[in-house]
């Protein structure tokens, strides 16, 4: 038997098709960030939306009005998004978002163009929220532990080329026609949105949402195809139960979806924790002034060091390559410097460069941004545990080791060594993150490692491998 297929990959070559999908949704998310920058002060645009036209306060309502969708997209995921799957709420995400584009460019004079822009963009913004809070749950839970982490800090550094892009669209259309000018930047976001959903459309959904709802067979089948394996094959079933024991060491197995509650736990898994470390991060990211220069990049040369629209949008691509480059650079040494390092080290530096902005530029804003990047730096130091070349598993067991010990999870993660499967799995009981009455997978996987070693060096070796990456569908 073949193993299965999905429009007709199967293996490696499936797995970079969903991970294609994936990084085409934040290129759209870094393109959406961008495009109003070069647009919201352009004459062209103002000569239709008369309001914005010498207005700080409504460029700024029209530009954020769009942030306002994302978070109202992001709580419709968290509250709905394990009912509708991940590929229903990926493709309806990219639906969303080409409407709310459609409505955006079809405003004209005479009528209440404004209005219809600003509905628009605020609909483009949920699409947006509810792809950006469900592409990397998708991309973790049908990728291998091995390289995961690579994954997702692709999809964040694909944010930063997506706004190259704007950038440069945006200036490369600044010498055509009025209409040119800002309809066609705004469309063009629908290259991206079809892609993520016509991809979406034929690729599986994820296994471990099809286990969670008890799709038994399909769950198999879409683990054996990700792999490259017959849906028969004893790594695929071995695969398969390790998500189903993972379901039930969440402590919700025969939930169809993790209730809210979940994220409000402490105890061994410490929920509500991690919970909060990865929404600080996020809360940093968006505050700490990276947002301000993406959207307003062209305004602050402009009326800062009273350049022209035209240079100003040059400028700014120029920014945007300086911003990408950066961004591509995290993907070669985040496993080797470590998370907490690179984000400690970011910060340092964006708190050092604020003293020649100020000099070079109106001081009041940069200064804002300056002390509140320096308050993230003890934050960081003390509560972020490191995580590079850790499983998800060890992290687990992290936070376990935290608790039970009573010490600093930085402390934890410092003192804890890298694991073998063997230790894991010790570790995991010696915690009381697996109960013993699991013990029995366990010893039916030392059995198939038992067959496999003597099948030859190089099939055990495969297995080893596979049993390593024991978490590659956890969240």
Not at 95 to 111: D, F, H, P
Not at 242 to 248: N, Q, V
Not at 356 to 369: D, K, P, R, S, V
Not at 405 to 421: C, H, M, R, T
Request: aromatic content about 12%; charged content about 20%; some cysteine.
């Amino acid at each position: 038997m073949a193993p299965p297929e999905f429009m007709g990959l199967t293996g490696r070559s499936l797995s970079i098709a969903v991970s294609t999908v994936a990084t085409t949704g934040f290129l759209l998310f870094g393109y959406d960030q961008g495009v109003m920058s070069g647009i919201i002060t352009a004459p062209a645009f103002n000569d239709v939306f008369t309001a914005t036209k010498d207005n700080s306060t409504m460029q700024g309502f029209v530009t954020a009005i769009y942030e306002l969708g994302c978070l109202l997209g992001a709580i419709f995921i968290l509250i709905f998004g394990d009912f509708l799957g991940r590929r229903r709420a990926i493709i309806s995400g990219g639906s969303i978002m080409i409407l709310g584009v459609i409505i955006q460019v079809t405003s004209e004079r005479g009528s209440t163009p404004l209005a219809q822009f600003i509905i628009g963009r605020t609909i483009t913004g949920v699409g947006n929220g509810i792809n950006t809070s469900t592409i990397p749950t998708y991309q973790a839970e049908c990728s291998r532990t091995s390289n995961r982490g690579l994954l997702i800090c692709i999809e964040g550094g694909v944010i930063a080329f997506g706004t190259l892009v704007a950038y440069w669209m945006n200036y490369a259309a600044s010498y055509g026609s009025p209409d040119l000018v800002w309809r066609f930047p705004i469309s063009f976001q629908i290259v991206f949105a079809l892609v993520v959903v016509l991809g979406t459309v034929w690729l599986p959904e994820s296994p471990r949402w099809l286990l969670t709802r008890e799709r038994w067979e399909e769950g198999e089948t879409v683990i054996a195809a990700l792999r490259g394996l017959e849906t028969n094959s004893k790594e695929t079933q071995l695969q398969k139960q390790i998500i189903l024991d993972s379901i039930k060491a969440s402590g919700f197995a025969g939930h169809k979806g993790t209730p809210l509650k979940a994220l409000f736990t402490g105890g061994n898994t410490q929920h509500f924790r991690r919970m909060m470390l990865g929404v600080s991060s996020q809360f940093m990211q968006q505050i700490g002034g990276c947002n301000a220069v993406i959207y307003y990049f062209p305004i602050l040369f402009e009326q800062s060091i009273k350049q022209t629209h035209n240079v100003s949008l040059l400028l700014g691509g120029v920014n945007m390559f300086v911003y990408a480059i950066f961004a591509t650079t995290s993907w070669f040494i985040i496993e080797r410097v470590g998370r907490r390092k690179l984000f400690l080290w970011g910060t340092v530096v964006i708190v050092m460069i604020t003293p020649i902005m100020i000099t070079n530029i109106q001081w009041g804003t940069y200064l804002f941004f300056a002390i509140v990047n320096f308050c993230f730096l003890p934050l960081i130091y003390f509560t972020y545990p490191e995580t590079a070349r850790r499983s998800l598993e060890e992290i687990d067991i992290i936070f376990a080791k935290g608790y039970r010990e009573n010490i600093g999870y930085v402390k934890a993660a410092q003192q804890l060594e890298f694991l073998s499967d063997a230790d894991i799995d010790q570790k995991a009981r010696e915690y009381g993150l697996v109960e013993e009455v699991e013990g029995e997978m366990s010893e039916k996987k030392v059995k198939l490692e038992e067959e496999k070693k003597g099948e030859g060096s190089g099939v055990f070796e495969r297995l080893r491998f596979d049993d390593r990456e024991r978490t590659t569908y956890f969240d």
